[in-house]
Every structure is written in structure tokens, then in C-alpha cells.
């Protein structure tokens, strides 16, 4: 970890983070129509490439700093949550998954820093899966409302996926504080690549 802040990385994070109140504006505003559903589809997706891009950046130069770190999965889980909650207002994902997805992501997170003081949790290939089939649920549900049976499949293989890696990050926190004993300070905040 680094201590400097300003780093590009960084930079990026924070431009995720302003996307996505304009996100929720715009779907809010006009997501009952094509013209603003590909507004908000240009900056879902933009944000999402600035996701990539940070964490690619943070190891490539060496930037890894503890609030990148802390701010990273901050900036994801509110882009996810934000055209989740705006989608289901809108009628095109049903509330029953939003509610399952936000709950598992405020779990999660809540779990996160409760072994903190044990150790770190390194990402899954699980994790990451699951970060992709939700923003494939978000971009069928912008480009496609119509395709309901297929917009119902994406839904319920989201959750499902969702749910699963979340109860498998649970058995693996209980797993370390058996294994772990408590360090005197809480271990460094997990970096782009740590658990989603």
C-alpha cells in the first residue's frame, strides 16, 4: 500500500462514484423510455470499464493505497445497487431479486470487516462471476425489457449465483477466525481483488 492518494486509480474510483448519481437521475427521469435506457446503458457500462481499468492500474504502477482500497468495493456495490433499485422501479427486475442482491452485498460487507482483525479473504473466481452476472442482468434488462423469458432466466441464475458466493465468503470468515487468531489491529482494507 502506498500512502499517496492521488493516483490515477483513484481518480477513477471517484468518477465511478459521480456516475452513479447521474445513473440513478437519468433512469429516474427517463428510464421509461429507449432514448434514456441507452443513456444510462453508455454510463453503466462506462463506469464499469473504470472498474476494470483501476485495479488493472493500481498493480500495474504500484498505486495500491488503503482508501483505493476501502473506496473500490464502496463505488461497485453502490453502481450495482443504484440501476437495481431504479430497474425495479421501473418494473424490469423484480424487487423480490433486488432485495436478495442488496442483501447478500450488505452482508458481505458487514462480514468483511468483522474478521478483519483475522485476516483477509482473498477474492474467488466465484465472486467474480458473480460481479459479472449481475451487470449482464443490468444491460439485458437496459437493452432488451421485452425479452422477458430470457430477462426471468439472467434474474433468477443472478441470485442464485449471488446467494451462493455469499454464503460461501460466510463459511470461509467462519473457517479463518477458527484458524486466525485475532491480529492487535485490524488487518489492511482489501484491495480491488479481494471479495466482492
Not at 85 to 101: D, K, Q, Y
Amino acid at each position: 500500500m502506498t500512502g499517496d492518494i492521488w493516483t490515477l486509480p483513484n481518480a477513477l474510483t471517484g468518477l465511478r462514484l459521480l456516475a452513479v448519481p447521474v445513473l440513478g437521475a437519468v433512469l429516474v427521469a427517463s428510464g421509461d423510455t429507449s432514448q434514456g435506457r441507452w443513456i444510462a446503458l453508455a454510463l453503466f457500462l462506462a463506469a464499469s470499464l473504470t472498474d476494470v481499468a483501476d485495479g488493472w492500474l493500481a498493480r500495474r504502477r504500484d498505486q495500491c493505497t488503503d482508501v483505493g482500497a476501502l473506496l473500490d468495493p464502496i463505488a461497485d456495490k453502490a453502481l450495482i445497487a443504484t440501476a437495481l433499485i431504479c430497474l425495479s422501479g421501473l418494473g424490469l427486475v423484480p424487487w423480490w431479486a433486488t432485495v436478495l442482491v442488496l442483501a447478500r452485498e450488505a452482508a458481505v460487507t458487514v462480514l468483511r470487516f468483522a474478521v478483519l482483525h483475522h485476516g483477509v479473504i482473498p477474492a474467488s473466481r466465484g465472486g467474480k462471476l458473480k460481479t459479472a452476472t449481475q451487470t449482464t442482468l443490468i444491460v439485458l434488462a437496459l437493452v432488451a425489457p421485452g425479452w422477458t423469458q430470457l430477462l426471468d432466466a439472467v434474474v433468477v441464475a443472478t441470485v442464485c449465483w449471488t446467494v451462493v458466493t455469499g454464503l460461501d465468503y460466510g463459511a470461509k470468515a467462519a473457517a479463518l477466525t477458527r484458524t486466525r487468531p485475532p491480529s492487535l489491529r485490524p488487518a489492511a482494507f482489501p484491495g480491488p481483488d479481494l471479495p466482492r
